[in-house]
């Protein structure tokens, strides 16, 4: 590719005699692009965030319908085991503290044996997320 081109006098000139007569002006328009660039790559990153913190709160949101929905339903099946435990012990009451006496157990095994699992699992799945 041929850099010569014709100066305003009429002699063909190459670009890099241009840069050397006007510095100045090279450098302004380095500046220029620089900080055009700058701003671009800003601009991209803000839009970065924007679409990480969307996907970030389409996952929490639909996390938090699927726990209340399942926790609901876990509301409704433990009413109808305790009616029928109630029922096999004589004692509605009953039943309903032997249910909700498992499920005391079973958070206490979770909090002792299950906490340090759940919290890095949990961890690792915001962080992939993210880094997606």
């Known amino acids: 590719m041929d850099t010569r081109h014709t100066s305003t006098n009429g002699h063909a000139r190459n670009a890099e005699e241009d840069i050397v ?10 500046f220029n692009k ?3 660039f700058i701003r671009t790559q800003t601009e991209l990153i803000k839009l970065q ?5 969307a996907e970030l709160g389409t996952q929490v949101t639909l996390g938090l319908v699927l726990i209340v929905g399942l926790g609901l339903a876990l509301i409704f099946v433990s009413i ?7 029922s ?3 004692s509605a009451a009953a039943g309903f503290f032997l249910v909700g006496a498992f499920y005391l157990l079973i ?3 979770l909090y002792q044996f299950g906490g ?10 915001i962080l992939n997320s993210l880094m997606k």
């Open 88 to 90: 096999w012990i004589q």
């Open 21 to 30: 007569d006007h510095p100045l002006e090279s450098v302004s328009g380095l």
């Open 49 to 53: 965030a924007i679409l990480k913190g």
């Open 80 to 86: 109808g085991l305790a009616l029928v435990v109630g």
């Open 116 to 125: 340090n699992w759940m919290r890095n699992r949990f961890s690792r799945a």
């Open 107 to 109: 958070v206490f095994f």
């Open 34 to 36: 620089g900080e055009s």
